[in-house]
């Protein structure tokens, strides 16, 4: 762009904010776009700018150089979004080169009019494909479920025992064991750090220990921490060691 098309360039700016184009601002311009031709998307560019609406509803619109350079890239860009490569049979680098670079420019340009649409991969796998994937156990999307409440549950289903719910404290999938005592902070009961073992067992897919079981475990728990109990206080009740100074 030269001064000539500089100039006409902000007399079309003028007609959106009444600016006093100058021949100082003319080369101004003219230096800042000298990569940048006076064409159809540049004057759209100013367009575009004064179509949008400043942030500050009092602030007035002033276009600038850079605001032509990025909007005009931007209206080519906007042509080249379908853009699609149509090569030759058996062209060289060189032949790939000029023919691609020449495409981009007629499309970016609009002399070419862009593709209305994209291309789209068409079909599905094939019968057989599908019958080895199903024999390896893969159910696809075709499983649904029988209840709103087993669709729900499969979007918080997690690996370990916090994807099943506790048969001890009845806690939810996705949700921490918690004690059965409430309290003033935890109403429900406090969380635990680590999940029942009825949980752990469930998740694991083994069996639930029996009345019988559980009791014997639990008193087996008991005996282990009166042990241990016991152990600390006669390791609290050893006397001090007496000196016994030798006699000279």
Not at 1 to 6: F, P, Q
Not at 46 to 61: E, F, I, N, Q, S
Not at 196 to 214: F, K, M, N, S
Request: charged share 25%.
């Amino acid at each position: 762009m030269n001064s000539a098309e500089a100039a006409e360039l902000l007399m079309h700016a003028a007609a959106f904010d009444n600016r006093n184009g100058s021949t100082a601002a003319a080369k101004a311009w003219a230096a800042a776009l000298h990569d940048v031709p006076l064409d159809q998307d540049a004057r759209a560019a100013v367009a575009a700018y004064y179509t949008t609406a400043p942030k500050d509803p009092d602030a007035k619109l002033w276009i600038l150089p850079h605001h032509i350079r990025t909007l005009r890239t931007k209206i080519r860009n906007a042509r080249l979004e379908s853009f699609q490569y149509e090569p030759l049979a058996d062209e060289t680098t060189a032949e790939y080169l000029a023919r691609y670079r020449g495409q981009v420019r007629a499309i970016a340009s609009g002399r070419v009019a862009p593709p209305t649409d994209r291309p789209a991969l068409e079909g599905g796998p094939s019968k057989s494909f599908m019958r080895e994937l199903e024999a390896h156990g893969w159910q696809g999307n075709r499983t649904v479920p029988d209840s709103d409440e087993e669709s729900l549950a499969n979007t918080v289903r997690r690996n370990g025992p916090l994807g099943v719910e506790c048969p001890m404290c009845a806690a939810e999938i996705g949700h921490p064991c918690k004690t059965g005592r409430g309290t003033a902070k935890f109403p429900l009961g406090k969380p635990l750090t680590k999940p029942h073992t009825a949980r752990v067992r469930q998740a694991d897919g083994e069996p639930q220990l029996t009345v019988e079981q559980r009791a014997a475990e639990e008193q087996r728990i008991r005996e282990a921490s009166a042990r241990t109990l016991a152990r600390l206080a006669a390791e609290r009740d050893i006397p001090d060691a007496e000196i016994v100074e030798e006699a000279s």
